[in-house]
Nanobody, 121 residues
């Protein structure tokens, strides 16, 4: 199983970015996005289940971020709008092959390498 995250960068507050995570080696499962800011623990951002496509979000990004997946391409996306400086972090995609839809990072067996998102004020 491999996960390759991309799409990070530097953006001004109020701007948008779209992250992508290309997966290989599996087809079914929950895909999640987590982030980790300097000096802080890795936190849940969003997840999308394979079964039914149900999505979930942390309260801090709800209404601003949208997670989606293209099953034909085995790729998951995170559209981030109205970005704030506090969204600055390394963003990681992760896979839970048991498709739990969980926000708990311990449920995710596989992780990508992370992509840096920096939002300037």
């Amino acid at each position: 199983v491999q996960l390759q995250a991309s799409g990070g960068g530097l953006v001004q507050a109020g701007g948008s970015l779209r992250l992508s995570c290309a997966a290989s080696g599996f087809t079914f499962g929950t895909m999640g996005w987590f982030r980790q800011a300097p000096g802080k623990e890795r936190e849940f951002v969003a997840a999308i289940r394979w079964t039914g496509g149900r999505t979930s979000y942390s309260d801090s990004v709800k209404g601003r971020f949208t997670i989606s997946r293209d099953n034909a391409k085995n790729t998951v996306y995170l559209q981030m709008n109205s970005l704030k400086p506090e969204d600055t972090a390394v963003y990681y995609c992760a896979a839970d092959l048991r498709d739990s839809g969980s926000s708990d990072r311990i449920r995710y067996e596989y992780w990508g390498q992370g992509t840096q998102v920096t939002v300037s004020s």
